[in-house]
């Protein structure tokens, strides 16, 4: 079992940036893949960006490519997402999950979620 909390969301222009970041209960945190995913109003909730547990494998959904990153401490339990050059359109909910295995970027194949940060970007 993993409980997860993120913070680091806010409101930001177009252009600004954010980092967001995932804390994550357990000792087995290192064994979990993590992902970041995010919901917009009316929209179904999509992929961003996964990770493995060893930090060799990253996946991005085409639309944050160049402009997000996805990275993890195992030390501290903690998964981040770097978002720059942000857009109106990035605004939604996001949210971190964790899943026992491979990293993939399938949403009904992570575990464990959190409650979501919001994230705002201005035009």
């Known amino acids: 079992q993993v409980q997860l909390v993120e913070s680091g969301g806010g409101l930001v222009q177009a252009g600004g940036s954010l980092r967001l970041s995932c804390a994550a209960s357990?000792?087995?945190?290192?064994?979990?893949?993590m992902g970041w995913f995010r919901q917009a109003p009316g929209k179904e909730r999509e992929f961003v960006a996964s990770?493995?547990?060893?930090?060799?494998?990253?996946y991005y959904a085409d639309f944050v490519k160049g402009r997000f990153t996805i990275s993890r401490d195992n030390g501290k339990n903690t998964v981040y997402l770097e978002m720059n050059s942000l857009k109106p359109k990035d605004t939604a909910v996001y949210y971190c999950a964790a899943r026992v295995g491979v990293v993939t970027g399938i949403r009904d194949e992570y575990d464990y979620w959190g409650q979501g940060t919001q994230v705002t970007v201005s035009s």
């Open positions: 990770i493995s547990w060893n930090p060799g494998i990253t």
């Open positions: 357990g000792r087995t945190f290192s064994t979990y893949a």
